[in-house]
């Protein structure tokens, strides 16, 4: 007989829990760059992806207000039947000048940029290469696109090469991170272009964790090593993280972004994203060129932790941006010093699969520039009672 969908469901949470890997869903009352607060008890929290303290920055907030005056709330329709307005115009030319690209097209969050963008480039004839480690969207936008997906070790270019040199119908499409969004590590970019060339695939970068942090203005991987749109033809990133406000885009020549806005499902059938957010990315995006010392001061705070962390017996990754995971292993063992950390008034994020492959369950150490060094002699202090 077959079981009744709830006690089905209630085996599979069960499962989930023993495992410990059951995901809490705890409410924020508020919150500020560095700290957050639950239930009313303030907290030091490393667990934002904005890196640069922008969600709270003043000129932004009133770009929103004002944007929210004269456009409203939501966009009101899909951007090919009048939800698209001036403001997703302008952030698109602002996005391409960012990324010193042709053009530019703006999606609701970056997982459906990564969605829609392979999907829109390639079909079941062809095949995507994709980094061991990278984000849910690369791996569902692949079996959304149904080419099928060969991942290779991470940052293996050799083993990338054996995996390409195995197919020789239709198109190949190799998909990387610029900066691992678990581990914090750059992925070898010019090996990656040089492998493209070689074996005539098309190259997709992601840079949610680079675009603002990465580059003397921010533009993120291509500005800090020099990639032309021939080296990195797609390029993927995020408005959500060191942008501090909401949304995904895409950047490449003119006919590749025609093209994924004609033919990317998660862009047409999906309302647009509200034009006080694009105004607001928009504003966001002038900061992020003009006020260098966040990204200075993010880089001071980034060696100061890592040389305090060298105090640590625990592992420390070889990552020089603002991701600095502590890899454990053991899912029970990273839900436990979570929880202690917790009681001492820190969050850290605990990591466990599938956001990261079996046995390297972690705790993500994410800096921003609202951390101070005592935030973080704090944090090093908190962890060293929980080394055995
Ligand atoms: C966060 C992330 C995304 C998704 O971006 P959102 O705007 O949060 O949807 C895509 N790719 C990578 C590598 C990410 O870390």
């Not at 079996?143 to 270019?157: G, T």
């Not at 806005?261 to 002038?286: D, K, N, V």
């Not at 060696?303 to 502590?326: D, G, H, K, V, W």
């Amino acid at each position: 007989m077959k079981k009744s969908l709830n006690i089905f469901l209630e085996t599979k949470l069960l499962e989930q829990q023993q495992q410990h890997l059951f995901r809490y869903f705890h409410a924020r009352q508020n919150t500020f760059t560095s700290t957050a607060q639950y239930e009313n008890k303030e907290y030091l929290a490393f667990t934002n992806n904005d890196y640069l303290g922008l969600s709270h920055h003043p000129a932004i907030k009133n770009a929103a207000q004002h944007a929210m005056e004269q456009y409203g709330v939501g966009s009101t329709a899909a951007h090919s039947i009048g939800g698209h307005c001036h403001a997703h115009d302008e952030l698109e030319q602002a996005l391409a000048q960012s990324t010193q690209r042709e053009s530019a097209l703006v999606f609701s969050t970056g997982y459906m940029t990564n969605l829609g963008v392979i999907s829109a480039l390639v079909n079941a004839e062809d095949r995507v290469f994709a980094d061991r480690l990278v984000h849910a969207s690369i791996i569902d936008g692949a079996h959304l696109s149904c080419a099928p997906l060969i991942r290779y070790h991470h940052n293996n270019i050799s083993h990338l090469k054996l995996k390409l040199a195995r197919y020789d119908q239709g198109h190949k499409l190799i998909v990387s991170e610029s900066v691992f969004s678990m581990d914090g590590d750059i992925a070898p970019l010019h090996e990656l272009i040089a492998v493209a060339q070689e074996h005539q695939a098309w190259l997709m970068i992601d840079d949610a964790h680079g675009f603002g942090v990465l580059g003397k203005q921010g533009g993120g991987c291509c500005e800090q090593f020099n990639l032309t749109a021939d080296d990195v033809p797609i390029l993927v990133g995020t408005l959500s993280k060191a942008i501090g406000c909401f949304g995904g885009f895409v950047a490449g020549s003119k006919t590749l972004i025609e093209s994924v806005r004609q033919f990317a499902r998660p862009y047409l059938f999906t309302t647009a994203l509200p034009p006080l957010l694009a105004q607001a990315g928009l504003t966001s995006l002038e900061i992020v060129k003009t006020e260098t010392w966040r990204r200075e001061y993010l880089q001071d705070l980034i060696a100061y932790f890592r040389t305090r962390a060298a105090e640590l017996n625990f592992p420390l990754m070889p990552s020089n941006t603002p991701i600095q995971p502590i890899v454990l292993g053991d899912n029970e063992k990273v839900m436990k010093i979570q929880n202690h950390l917790r009681e001492r008034g820190i969050l850290v994020a605990a990591i466990r699969p599938p956001t990261v492959p079996a046995q390297t369950a972690r705790l993500r150490i994410s800096l921003n520039v609202g951390h101070s060094k005592q935030d973080i002699d704090r944090l090093i202090d908190a962890l060293k009672k929980e080394e055995d």
